[in-house]
């Protein structure tokens, strides 16, 4: 079992910029895939970002070129880091990891306004 904490979140002006922390509860170098999810309300949860282990990425389209996530094995660590920030980017965002059974932070809220 994994258990998943996210920090970071907070309130931003758009054009602005902060970094999501995902800490794993243990070892997560060999977790296969680990990532984040949004949600806003009236939507289903999207991905947002995802790292394999190997360390390949893949983004949504609506925030490639802004978003980059990585992550520190040593750290168990994954982190989200957000330029550029838009209104339309304001969600909670969660956390996720996977070795086949899928694992869940409990969400963190992201608000972009002026």
């Known amino acids: 079992q994994v258990q998943l904490v996210e920090s970071g979140g907070g309130l931003v002006q758009p054009g602005g910029s902060l970094r999501l922390s995902c800490v794993a509860s243990?070892?997560?170098?060999?977790?296969?895939?680990m990532g984040w999810y949004r949600r806003t309300p009236g939507k289903q949860r999207e991905l947002v970002a995802i790292?394999?282990?190997?360390?390949?990425?893949n983004y949504a389209d609506s925030v490639r070129g802004r978003f980059t996530i990585s992550r520190d094995n040593a750290k168990n660590t994954v982190y989200l880091q957000m330029n550029s920030l838009k209104p339309e980017d304001t969600a909670v965002y969660y956390c996720?990891?996977?070795?086949?059974?899928?694992?869940w932070g409990q969400g963190i809220q992201v608000t972009v306004s002026s």
């Open positions: 996720y990891s996977s070795t086949g059974v899928e694992y």
């Open positions: 790292i394999i282990s190997g360390g390949s990425t």
């Open positions: 243990r070892s997560i170098s060999r977790i296969y895939r």
